[in-house]
């Protein structure tokens, strides 16, 4: 398994791989999911889930405040293929484009609060589109 060094982007710590219950405690869905937290949790409050076989971030590691961000930006994402106006693929292809992304560096779990913004302004703007085509 390969070796990953990251370190927290607001406070400079070592980010550990650590289970997701020193996060959510008894509350975790998985209590064992890997997790990379900040050495300094729960001061610093960053943190980002692992894949379970490969244990590499899915991402970058985030505090609330990019955490939330990130939820709305998959909120507003997500609404293009859930209402059926494309596929989840189709939607992801979409964001890529208009951000001008390689598809690798296209994920909402990469992505700052400027870059989260963006999506969510995208995806509002694309359904007033749609309401005056109609």
Known sequence: MKRVNIKCPYC???ALLRPASVVYGEKAADPFAPYYVCA????CDAYVA???RTRLP????????LRRKRIQAHAALDRLWEGGL???R??????QAKLGLPERE???GKFSLFRCEEVI?????????LDKAS
Do not use: T, V
Request: aromatic share 12%; glycine share 6%; proline share 5%.
């Open 12 to 14: 400079g710590s070592r």
């Open 40 to 43: 300094r949790f729960p001061a």
């Open 50 to 52: 692992a894949h379970k």
């Open 58 to 65: 899915m991402g970058s590691l985030a505090n609330a405040e």
């Open 86 to 88: 494309m596929s989840k």
């Open 90 to 95: 189709q939607a992801y292809l979409w964001l």
């Open 106 to 108: 296209a994920h909402i």
């Open 121 to 129: 302004r995208l995806c509002n703007d694309y359904f007033p589109a």
